[in-house]
C-alpha cells in the first residue's frame, strides 16, 4: 500500500493564479480531510469528507474548495491564490467506524508558496 | 480554534533523559491521540488513549489522560536523538470515525545525543 500520496511536493503560484492540490489513499478509507501548517498556528482543518458526494467545511475553508466523486481521491482547489495561502497542505484520511482503531494516515505534505 | 494546547512549545534534552509533554483541550473528547512529526514529513500516529482511559504504554511511551483537568501528558523515556520531532495531541469528540480530530499548536523536542 502506497498510504496517502499527495502531489505536488512543492508549488509555486503567482497571486490570483488557481490549481488543485491532488491526494489519493490506496486504503478505502471513506474518511478524508485537508490541513494547513503554519509555522505556530499548528494544524488547522480547511475541509473534510465522510464518503463519496459528502463534503463538509473545517475552521479555514474560505479560498479552497473540495469535491469528492470516488473514495480514492479528494482533490483540493485553490481558486484565487493570495500571498495567506502560503503554506504546508497535508492530505489524511482514516476509516469510519470506530475511531478507536482508526488513527488518521497522512500524506507528506505539499509546500505552497504564493508570490 | 484549536483544541488542544501543548506545552512546552519547545523542549531540549539529552539523550537518555525523559521528556514530558503536556496538553490541554477545551470541550469533551472520546479519545486523545498522539502524533510525531518529523522535519518535512506528514504526521505519524503514536498512541490513542480513550476518555474512560488512565493510562497507557507503548514501548517508551506513556500517555496520561485526565479528563477531569481536560489535560493528558505524553512521556518519553530514555530519549534518542532520533525522537526528535514534534508531537502534537489532537482530540477527537466523535467515536464513529466521522468527525475530524482536532489539533493543537505542537511540541518542538530537539534531543542532544
New interface residues.
Partial sequence: NAG?TQTPKFQVLKTGQSMTLQCAQDMNH??M?W?RQDP??????IH?S?GAGITDQ??VPNGYNVSRSTTEDFPLRLLSAAPSQTSVY?C?S???????N????????TRLTVT | SQQGEEDPQALSIQEGENATMNCSYKTSINNLQWYRQNSGRGLVHLILIRSNEREKHSGRLRVTLDTSKKSSSLLITASRAADTASYFCATDPGNSGNTPLVFGKGTRLSVIA
Fill in positions: 496517502v471513506e474518511y480531510s490541513y505556530g498556528m499548528g494544524l488547522r482543518l473534510y465522510v473545517g475552521e497535508f489524511a482514516r476509516n469510519r467506524g470506530s475511531s478507536y482508526s488513527p488518521l494516515h497522512f500524506g507528506n505534505g
